[in-house]
């Protein structure tokens, strides 16, 4: 009962009153998937608690996996708008999935959407786009087209793709532009030119003035009300520090291989390595004179 309440309350967008309901839940030990998904979701619309609200979904789906395909779905917008796409590509790995979830239309329609953002091309989505009409499909034909290499007809052409779609099927468009790439990860836009910045600067418009509209339409959708640029903008720093880490790890790593590091006598293995026996002398170097003959 309590946590119907606290998912009604969530669905209304009852955002504050929904997370002090679920909290109540989990401080009391109640760690159903239904809470973990939905104490996930609420964190996951802050970009400062995006990752915790990602941990607690995973640990929803890794309970519930069969039972999970919103929270699968929810999961993957929030990987998408943080731009890892390769999270969002493990959730449906067959590891995770059994073998009807596997071959399921579902599972395979994100599959195709996902293959496709990852690896774009005319094949990839051609076989996107062959796909079963559904919403879900629609969402990845336009996001992948975006991202195809030689067709300078984008963004624009997407853009006047979504805004058809949104007439068809308003809330699954506005979780598209919720995860829509940056114009620094567009290859029509990424060539240095005036014509190429007023085109971004375009396309910066229409996000601001759509993704507003979107909220206002769909208040109670977490993934829509999300601040996709803030939350961007923290999974790039953290990526960052992460690769600076990486490298200071490597660097220490290389730095302590050295030789003269290793246990024992350093110096003696420096030395094997580097000492020359002296040449003989030769008759260009001048008359030897013995050492001991030298006053």
């Known amino acids: 009962m309590r946590i119907a309440l606290a998912g009604q309350l969530l669905e209304e967008g009852s955002f504050d009153q929904a997370f002090e309901a679920y909290e109540r839940l989990n401080q009391n030990g109640e760690r159903a998937p239904e809470v973990l998904a939905g104490l996930g979701l609420l964190l996951s619309a802050q970009p400062v608690a995006a990752y915790a609200g990602s941990d607690l979904m995973e640990q929803s789906l890794a309970k519930a996996p069969k039972e999970s395909e919103a929270v699968r779905e929810q999961l993957m917008l929030l990987y998408l708008a943080m731009g890892r796409l390769e999270s969002a590509r493990a959730l449906i790995h067959p590891d995770r999935l059994s073998v009807e979830q596997v071959y399921s239309p579902g599972i395979t329609r994100l599959r195709l959407g996902l293959n496709c953002m990852r690896s774009p091309g005319r094949r990839s989505l051609q076989r ?37 779609f949104r007439q068809l099927e308003a809330q699954t468009a506005c979780e598209a532009l919720s995860v829509w790439p940056p114009a620094d990860q567009l290859p029509a836009l990424q060539r240095s030119t005036a014509v190429n910045a007023k085109r ?18 769909f208040p109670g959708e977490i993934s829509i009300q999300r601040d996709t640029v803030g939350l961007r903008g923290l999974a790039t720093a953290r990526r960052q520090a992460a690769q600076s880490e990486g490298q200071a790890a490597r660097t220490a790593e290389e730095l302590f291989a050295i030789d003269a590091y290793d246990p024992g006598d350093p110096g003696a293995e420096i030395e094997k390595r580097t000492y020359r026996p002296p040449s003989p002398p030769s008759a260009s170097d001048g008359p030897f004179i013995p050492l001991t003959e030298i006053p």
């Open 128 to 164: 996107l786009s062959e796909a079963p009409a559904h919403p879900r499909r629609e969402f990845f034909v336009i996001l992948c087209s975006l991202l195809q290499r030689g067709d300078r007809t984008q963004p624009e052409a997407a853009i006047q793709q979504w805004r058809e």
């Open 200 to 217: 971004s600067r375009g396309m910066a418009a229409f996000l601001r003035v759509e993704r507003a509209r979107c909220r206002e339409d």
